[in-house]
Every structure is written in C-alpha cells, then in structure tokens.
C-alpha cells in the first residue's frame, strides 16, 4: 500500500474511531487496515493511536497528523482531477431527510449517476442530528432551523409553508379564521429530536412572528407519520407546501389561515468544516443546488 492510500487509510480509523467500521468503509480486510496504520506509525516513528477494546483515538500526534492528511488527500484529489478527464469517484455517503430525499433528490439521481458513473452513493434517511465525522458521513441535508455547530451550513433552498387540516377536523371544530383566536382548536405535535420539545404553531402577521401554542393529545418526531395524523383528522399541521400537494389536489386535506401563513424555512446542505472537499461532495452540492432549482 502506497503512501496516500495509507493516508486515507488512517483518516478513516481516526473518523470512525474503528478499524473494523474503516475496513468496512473501504471494503478492504480488517488486517490490511490494521498494517496500513501499523506501518505508517513505524515510518513516523511516533503512535498516533490510541486503542482499546472499545474504541480507537487519535494521540496528540495523531490529530495534528491527521489535519495534514486530510490536506494533503484533498491536493491530491484536485491535482489527479485537473489532468487527464479524471472524473469525480468514490463512495459518497448521504444523510437525508426522507421527504426531501423522495421529492427533490431522487427523482433527478439516475442522470447524476450515468454523468458520475463511478461515483457510489450510500444513503441513511433520518430526522436525528448526525456528527457526520464520527459516524464517516460526507453531508448532511436538512429541513428547518439549524442548531449551532461546527459544521459548515450551505443554504440551498426555502421553502414555504402552509397550515392545513382533514376535512372531517374542520367539520367537527370549524373552520380557523383568526391565528390568535383558536381556543377549540388542537394541533399534532411535532416533537424536535434534539430538545424533545413540541414546535408551536407559528404565523407571520402584519410581518411579525407570532407562536401560538396549542393542545395537542397526539404527537410524533417523523413528518410521515405528521401527515398521515392530519389526514385522520387528529389536528391542526403546518408543513411544506410540496409535502401536503397532493392531499390538497385530492381533497384529504384543506388549507386554512391563508392569510397568515407559518413562515418559510429553509434546506440547508452540511458538510465538516475541518475537511477539504472531495471532488465527489462538490460535484454532489452542484446537483442539490439544481435539484432544489438554485443551480
């Protein structure tokens, strides 16, 4: 194994914090990762790992070895891409919200993949926060306000929102007309997985923000099962346009509160802000922007 192979080699270990999940990544053995990492300690002459039956960490050395690897792989990606045609390849791994994942990326993938053919895209569908090093994801892309963090956040679209409910919800409780006068009325719960708290509901009037917390007897974390709850009539939901088209095209929802509507937020693409990005990442981010219409 060459020099930069080793490099990568040891980038994974040390992102993985595994040399068994590294192996799996690359689809190499398991000792062929433990020599590569062997090896390239005996060429330093230092440790840059530490190991133990449960898990593997970079010494001192080790973390200031692996900043240079990372820029050193990320020069040497650019330079092979600059010559010759070479074109982007590679695993790239993806966390996804579903419903974004089924309504903007999927439908365009098959013409990234014949333009990138030797591009691999492993994809998890999750609303969880995701620490994209540890776990050796790529990028992350995201619906809704973001909490702080240190990843870099690309924002790619906004999308707006409406307030709906089933029809037979309106014909028990009556139809909404005033934000702030919905005593009566209950909503679904969307619980946040990162502070476990319900979202209020929320509407924009006369160009102000106002919350407008309710009574909500039926609470979920996944927008699926938040659709599939307004649709059976258990309350009040606010969500993306695009996501409840369908069901208003079809009658089994019903947009209320028009005038005010919740306000729009936004798709946001986020990748580690401490890694170079590969040739694959860039040419995936050209995709999302076009994909979300902003490229």
């Known amino acids: ?57 970079p010494t001192l050395d080790g973390e200031a070895h692996y900043r240079r690897c990372l820029s050193l792989i990320a020069d040497l990606e650019d330079a092979e891409g600059a010559f010759g045609g070479a074109r982007p390849k590679g695993m790239l791994r993806l966390e ?20 990138y053919p030797e591009i691999e895209i492993t994809m998890s569908e999750s609303d969880r926060w995701v620490d994209l090093i540890r776990e050796g994801v790529d990028c992350v892309l995201r619906f809704g306000h973001l909490p702080d963090s240190d990843m870099i956040a690309r924002q790619v679209v906004m999308l707006d929102r409406l307030t709906c409910a089933a029809p037979g919800y309106v014909a028990r ?29 929320e509407f924009v009037i006369d160009g102000a923000l106002k919350e407008v917390p309710l009574p909500a007897p039926m609470s979920v974390t996944g927008p699926e099962s938040y659709l599939a709850s ?26 209320v509160l028009t005038q005010c509507p919740p306000p729009s937020v936004p798709v946001s693409l986020l990748y580690p802000r401490n890694r170079q990005l590969s040739p694959r990442v860039r040419v995936f981010i050209d995709y999302v922007m076009r994909a979300f219409g902003r490229g």
Not at 96 to 113: E, Y
Not at 234 to 247: I, K, S
């Open 96 to 115: 996804v919200q579903g419903t974004l994942a089924r309504h903007f990326l999927l439908p365009n993938l098959p013409g990234f993949l014949d333009q």
């Open 1 to 57: 194994m060459d020099r930069f192979e080793a490099m990568r080699v040891f980038t994974r270990v040390v992102e993985r914090r595994s040399f068994s999940l590294a192996a799996d990544d690359l689809g190499l053995p398991r000792s062929t990762v433990t020599d590569a990492v062997k090896g390239l300690e005996a060429r330093l002459g230092v440790r840059l790992l530490e190991r133990t039956t449960r898990t593997v960490r």
């Open 230 to 255: 307004a649709r059976l009539g258990l309350g009040l939901v606010q969500v993306p346009r695009f996501h409840a088209e369908t069901d208003l095209a079809e009658g089994r929802l019903i947009a």
């Open 173 to 201: 409780r009556g139809t909404p007309t005033d934000p702030l006068a919905l005593d009566g009325h209950r909503m679904i719960g969307i619980r946040s997985l990162t502070t476990g708290r319900l979202r209020p509901m």
